[in-house]
């Protein structure tokens, strides 16, 4: 079927036309440039974004595709979870563009979707299940056991407090690096000794086990970041940069790999998606191979242009839901920000 998918629950305004498991067109704007200087995304300059982009993203989408909306089989839309006013600008685009076109609209769960990317690959592969997949963005840091795509997704575990992608960007405001500080850390860091600081691993210790075996927890790290700096600072030493941020990133991609990797042993599944924004990290990816290799995981990393948000993998999901005939929406659902990932159609 030919899907148009509109995803708008963070930051990125993002149409995808697929047909199928083909990627037709995938066009994604950001207004990131526009939350720079707050140092974090801001919910009401993001909805007003998605707003302006919209349009002028569709028409570029669908001349891409070489198709027209007349032709469309079906219109997918993220519902949730992400930024209240963000999904609502996506949710109210996808709803008039269904009922002006009298086509079926699928409301998705963003985070499912960033699994349903993996079916766009192009090299000759596909996604084998059941999967565990690790989500690492700037809001979300997911641990799931995906048994299939449209019908049965749990959630292991979840960050307790700050995101991957967030930890990133707080360490690299109390360096001084710009924001989003996520690929500035990755490049201080290649000039570092990761085994110069050891940083926590937040959530390893035997103690928290029992209760949070998958769930991720990066604030302390943060917190042991800052007091390190500090104290050099106060000891009018020089912050070793490139020490720091190794240190950092080390312990973030170790977290985030041995939990996963716990995971895939515990479940039996010896396959593991990466997903999100925050898997441009060069030693995530790194460590990712290391691990899986040593484990006999096999990984599976979608291209960047999907990893991170983008309407494509919404307009996939959508396609898989309708392949396996499950019937659309009612265009009574609303934006939800907190949908759970087990509610992958709303
Ligand atoms: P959502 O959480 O809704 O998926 P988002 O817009 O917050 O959306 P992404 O756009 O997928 O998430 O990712 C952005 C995040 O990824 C930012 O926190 C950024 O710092 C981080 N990031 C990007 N590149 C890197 C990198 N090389 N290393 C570490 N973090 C990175
Ligand atoms: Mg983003
Ligand atoms: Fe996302």
């Given at each position: 079927?030919?899907?148009?998918?509109?995803?708008?629950?963070?930051?990125?305004?993002?149409?995808?036309?697929?047909?199928?498991?083909?990627?037709?067109?995938?066009?994604?704007?950001?207004?990131?440039?526009?939350?720079?200087?707050?140092?974090?995304v801001v919910p009401e300059v993001a909805a007003r974004a998605h707003l302006e982009a919209l349009e002028p993203a569709l028409?570029?989408?669908l001349a891409e595709a070489g198709v027209t909306l007349a032709e469309l089989d079906a219109i997918a839309v993220t519902s949730g979870p992400g930024l209240s006013g963000?999904?609502?600008?996506?949710?109210?685009?996808?709803?008039?563009?269904?009922?002006?076109?009298?086509?079926?609209?699928?409301?998705?769960?963003?985070l499912v979707g960033h699994v349903g990317a993996d079916v766009l690959r192009t090299d000759g592969t596909s996604i084998e299940l059941p999967t565990i997949a690790l989500l690492v963005s700037g809001g979300h840091t997911s641990l799931l056991l995906v048994r299939d795509l449209v019908s049965d997704v749990e959630l292991l575990g979840e960050t307790i407090d700050d995101a991957a992608g967030e930890a990133f960007d707080k360490v690299a405001r109390l360096l001084g690096l710009p924001y989003p500080g996520g690929p500035h850390i990755d490049r201080v860091a290649e000039g570092g000794d990761p085994k110069a600081i050891r940083?926590?691993?937040?959530?390893?210790?035997?103690?928290?086990?029992?209760?949070?075996?998958?769930?991720?927890?990066?604030?302390g790290l943060k917190t042991a970041v800052a007091r390190w700096v500090e104290a050099k600072r106060d000891a009018g030493e020089d912050v070793p940069m490139a020490d720091v941020a190794a240190s950092f990133r080390e312990a973030v991609a170790d977290i985030l790999?041995?939990?996963a990797?716990?995971?895939?042993?515990?479940?039996?599944?010896p396959r593991l998606l990466?997903?999100?924004?925050?898997?441009?990290?060069?030693?995530?990816?790194?460590?990712?191979?290391?691990?899986?290799?040593?484990?006999?995981?096999?990984?599976?990393?979608?291209?960047?242009?999907?990893?991170?948000?983008?309407?494509?993998m919404i307009a996939a999901l959508g396609a898989q839901l309708v392949q396996a005939g499950f019937p659309p929406s009612t265009l009574d659902f609303s934006a939800d920000s907190t949908l759970p990932v087990t509610t992958i159609q709303a």
């Open positions: 079927p030919l899907i148009l998918g509109i995803e708008t629950s963070c930051d990125e305004t993002g149409i995808g036309i697929v047909r199928g498991s083909t990627l037709l067109a995938n066009v994604i704007t950001s207004s990131m440039d526009e939350h720079a200087r707050y140092g974090g028409r570029a989408a963000a999904l609502m600008v996506g949710v109210g685009a996808a709803k008039a563009l269904a009922v002006a076109l009298d086509k079926p609209i699928y409301a998705v769960n963003h940083f926590p691993r937040g959530l390893s210790q035997s103690k928290d086990m029992a209760k949070h075996r998958y769930d991720f927890s990066f604030s790999l041995t939990k990797l716990a995971a895939c042993a515990a479940y039996g599944i990466l997903g999100g924004g925050v898997v441009a990290n060069a030693r995530i990816r790194e460590l990712a191979a290391e691990r899986c290799a040593a484990a006999g995981v096999e990984l599976r990393i979608p291209p960047l242009e999907l990893c991170t948000d983008n309407g494509a």
